[in-house]
């Protein structure tokens, strides 16, 4: 076992699976079988972000992570656009792609709002919600620090600024520990969607969830600080509350095993 004996001693990678959808072509990966499991990415992201967690779930449930536009596998131009509801769009349309008529979906980081989003636009495909170390209803510590989001998120499309602000925001985004593969493009469509969010959306978007949820964070978080998850947990509908004292931001790997037993409880309602 790995990191606080909750980490399986190898991941889950499968290959990826290419599907059509209104927008466009998506990839995604799909294994097991049982009640079905959907996973949304944080920023950036892709679907080796919840290797751990599928190990975890070892096949109890059918496990399906999605790439959303501009990350793995899918192009940029398969998503409507960088805001929390055109994305949310996006994975709303995923599920009825891939023919899931039911399911527990779940979105780590800047992922929990783009899955809060699907689950209030497609409430009879969702039928529980599962967010991890989700961003809330105000900035977060991490947002507050690119201030300037919304310049280099025009930066990143300008003709002379294009390379060199890619490169620079590649470098700060590898200082903060986010994965070398992480491509100049990713990071670019990063800060574009960080640009893009709006909380008063998430807000609406919360009052509006009527999905049993799940809600996990670890306090030791240098991301999100407690009071931010605390608070939206608390505007949420009822649902299992998971708190560790240390397990960082990425909790689907740190905790993947209590939250796979967390998940499939909760999809069995």
Known sequence: MGVGMTTPASPSDPERRSAEGRGGPFTYTDEGSGPVIVAVHGLPGSVRDYRWLGAALGGSARFVRLD?????????????????????????????????????????????????????????????????????????????????????????DQPLLRWPSRTLLKAVF???????????????????????????????????????????WAEDDAFIERAVFEEHAAALPKGPRLTWAKGG??????????????????SRG
């Open 68 to 156: 959303l536009p501009g990350f793995g596998g899918t192009p940029l131009s398969s998503g409507p656009g960088p805001s929390i509801d055109a994305r949310g769009a996006f994975v709303a349309d995923a599920l009825g792609a891939l023919e899931v008529s039911r399911c527990v979906l779940v979105g780590h980081s800047m992922g929990g709002a783009v899955a809060l989003s699907a689950a209030v636009q497609a409430p009879d495909r969702v039928g529980a919600l599962g967010l991890l170390a989700s961003i809330g209803l105000r900035p977060h510590r991490l947002l507050r620090r690119f201030v300037g989001a919304g310049a280099f998120a025009s930066a990143v």
């Open 174 to 216: 590898r200082r903060l520990g986010f994965p070398a593969q992480t491509t100049a493009d990713e990071v670019a469509h990063t800060v574009r969607c960080a640009a893009a969010v709006d909380f008063e959306t998430q807000a609406r978007n919360t009052a509006r969830l009527t999905a049993r949820t799940l809600s996990a």
């Open 249 to 266: 931001h990425n909790i689907q790997k740190t905790h993947a095993v209590e939250l796979a037993e967390a998940l499939v409880a909760l």
